[in-house]
C-alpha cells in the first residue's frame, strides 16, 4: 500500500530524509510530550524547490468539476483527492510521503507501529479554503470510510501560504479533551507540516471565517495514515464541536449537521453515495 501509480521524482528531491532522521530521536519526544494531544510542527519540512513546485500546481487554474465541494454548517472548503487530477510535481510529493523510508520515520516519530498509506486519499489530498471559508472544531473521523478495518492513526498537513499574514486567520487550533481551552495554535506559513496522533478526542479546526483578500486562500496538503486492525471496525465519522463561546442556534446547527454528515458517512461506507456525488449537488446550491 506504499506506492503511487506513477513514474515521479525520487523521494530524495522532495524530502531530506538524512535531516529527518538525525533530529528523529529529539522530535519523537517532543512529538510524545505535546499537548493537548501528541503533535508536532515542522518548519522547512519539504526541500524548498519540491515545496514550490507543488504550490505552483496547486494555483494553477482548475475547472469546478474538480474541485470537491466540502460544503455544509460545519465546514466551508474544496479539495482534490483523485490523484489522476494531480500534476506530476503533486504526484511526487505523494509517492515521497508514501515510501516506505518515510513510513518508518514516521512510525518511530509516533510510536505507532504498522502505519498504511491510503492510497484512496478517503478525505485528504490538496485543500482550498476561500474568503469566508472555516472548519468548525471536530475530531476526525477514527475508521477509513470504505476499507472497514483500517483505523485512522496519523494526520499529516503540509501549508503553502506565502506571507501569510495573521489577521487573515486561518491559524488551526488545538484544544483539549474536554473543548473547554485552547492550548495551541498552528498558523498555516509556507512549507510548514504539521504531524499529529488522530485520537479520541483530538479537537482542531479554524471556526472563524478567513478575512483574507479575496485573491487569496489558505491551502494545504493533507494526508492520512492508516492501521490494519484485522477486524471490521464501528463506522466513527468526524465529531464537530461548539466552542465554550457559541451562541446556542450554533450549538443547534453544529448538532444537526453532524447528524446528517453521519447519515452520509454510513450511505458512503454501503456505496450508495460518493463524494462526487454530492460535491455536484453542494456545487448547485452554493
Known sequence: MTSLPFKTRVVEDVLNLDRLESRLSDDARAFAAAHPFPHIVLDQFLEPDACERLLAEAEQPATDKNWLQYAHYNQLKQGIRDQKLMGPDT????????????????????????????????????????????????????????????????NLLIYLN???????????????????????????????????????????????????????????????????????????????RAAPDDPIYKRVFIRIDKLLLNAYSALKRRGVLKDSFVSRILGMLK
Not at 487573515?168 to 492550548?183: F, I, N, P, S, V
Not at 483578500?213 to 489558505?218: D, G, I, L
Open 162 to 240: 506565502k506571507d501569510w499574514k495573521d489577521e487573515y486567520g486561518g491559524a488551526l487550533e488545538l484544544w483539549d479533551d474536554t473543548m473547554t481551552e485552547k492550548r495551541a495554535s498552528v498558523a498555516p506559513v509556507f512549507n510548514r507540516c504539521l504531524i499529529f496522533h488522530t485520537r479520541n478526542p483530538s479537537y482542531h479546526g479554524h471556526p472563524h471565517p478567513l478575512t483574507c483578500p479575496p485573491n487569496r486562500a489558505r491551502r494545504s496538503l493533507a494526508l492520512y495514515y492508516f492501521r490494519e486492525e484485522g477486524r471490521r471496525l464501528q463506522l466513527s465519522p468526524t465529531n464537530y
Open 91 to 154: 504526484r511526487a510529493v505523494l509517492d515521497a510521503l508514501a515510501s516506505p523510508r518515510f513510513i518508518a520515520w514516521l512510525e518511530k516519530l509516533s510510536g505507532i507501529q504498522g502505519l498504511l498509506w491510503d492510497p484512496e486519499l478517503d478525505g485528504g489530498g490538496l485543500h482550498k479554503i476561500e474568503r469566508g471559508g472555516f472548519l468548525n472544531m471536530h475530531t476526525d473521523f477514527l475508521a477509513h470510510t470504505t476499507r472497514t478495518s483500517w483505523s485512522r492513526q496519523i
